[in-house]
């Protein structure tokens, strides 16, 4: 099991995903998300019981928390409205596809990093951690982040 803390300048901070990737590739990854008071549990991807943690190892520790669209726009939104049964005119529904198809997607509000984005990054956040067997908790799992990262 694998139990630990965020903080942002100090001050424990809801809404963090905490993700562990393992060094080297090889590994499941482990996720978490963090509660009101900062605190979160990993939970091991791909049938990876819920609140067990992850494997034993060494991981990358990413730490990401966002509101906003999509940095990348791409493709078409979703229709409006539904097309015309095909079984009407074929005209109609011929009209339908072609406005469909020169709608310019809708713009999305920008991403706002709520952190700074260099923690979720495993090449730049600063952290990694060491699994053991058993419980994993205290220190070694509190992460203290700074509105003024830019990444190491």
Do not use: C, H
């Not at 669209?69 to 079984?87: F, H, L, Q």
């Not at 956040?125 to 205290?138: C, E």
């Amino acid at each position: 099991m694998v139990e630990g803390m965020v903080a942002l300048d100090d001050a424990p901070i809801e809404g963090v995903t905490v993700t562990f990737k393992p060094v080297g590739g090889t590994g499941l990854m482990a996720f978490g998300m963090t509660r009101a008071d900062g605190r979160f549990t990993l939970n091991a991807t791909r049938g990876g019981k819920a609140g067990a943690g992850t494997a034993v190892g060494e991981y990358a520790v990413m730490l990401t928390k966002t509101k906003g669209g999509y940095e990348i726009i791409d493709g078409p939104t979703a229709p409006e409205a539904p097309p015309p049964d095909i079984e009407t005119a074929k005209a109609e529904y011929e009209k339908w596809a072609l406005e469909q198809s020169q709608k310019k997607p809708r713009p999305l509000p920008p991403v706002e990093y709520l952190v700074p984005k260099a923690y979720g990054d495993a090449k730049t956040s600063g952290f990694t951690a060491s699994v053991k067997k058993g419980r994993n908790t205290g220190d070694a799992f509190r992460f203290n982040l700074k509105s003024d990262f830019k990444g190491q």
